[in-house]
Nanobody, 125 residues
């Protein structure tokens, strides 16, 4: 599957932003879909993911309650709604997909096979 992320930009603290990830094929039931990010000088880290089949969302503690992942099957698109953005959310955001993998590895960057290009999110006053 190919993935195309978009929607990044420069926002102020407290603002909201919605990222989109368009996939080349339908992902519901077949793929886990996730968002990861890589801040300046940092390693790529898990942000959130939707589990295939049951669509259960999983979040990093740092974004829980502020970010929401959702999937629009009709548009082959996964969204990341980000609210109450903070400067520490500044990063390049990547969407990713994987067809296999046990649930316990869903936060492990190395366990994701397909990656889109990143989209830059900068939170600054």
């Amino acid at each position: 599957v190919q993935l195309q992320a978009s929607g990044g930009g420069l926002v102020q603290p407290g603002d909201s932003l919605r990222l989109s990830c368009v996939t080349s094929e339908r992902t519901a039931n077949n793929y886990d879909i996730g968002w990861f990010r890589q801040g300046p000088g940092k390693e790529r880290e898990f942000v959130t993911a939707l589990r295939r089949n049951n669509n259960t969302p999983y979040y990093a503690d740092s974004v829980k309650g502020r970010f929401t992942i959702s999937r629009d099957n009709a548009k082959n698109t996964v969204y990341l709604q980000m609210n109450n953005l903070k400067p520490e959310d500044t990063a390049v955001y990547y969407c990713a997909a994987r067809r296999t993998g046990i649930l316990s590895t869903i936060r492990d960057v190395a366990q994701w096979a397909c990656w889109g290009q990143g989209t830059q999110v900068t939170v600054s006053s």
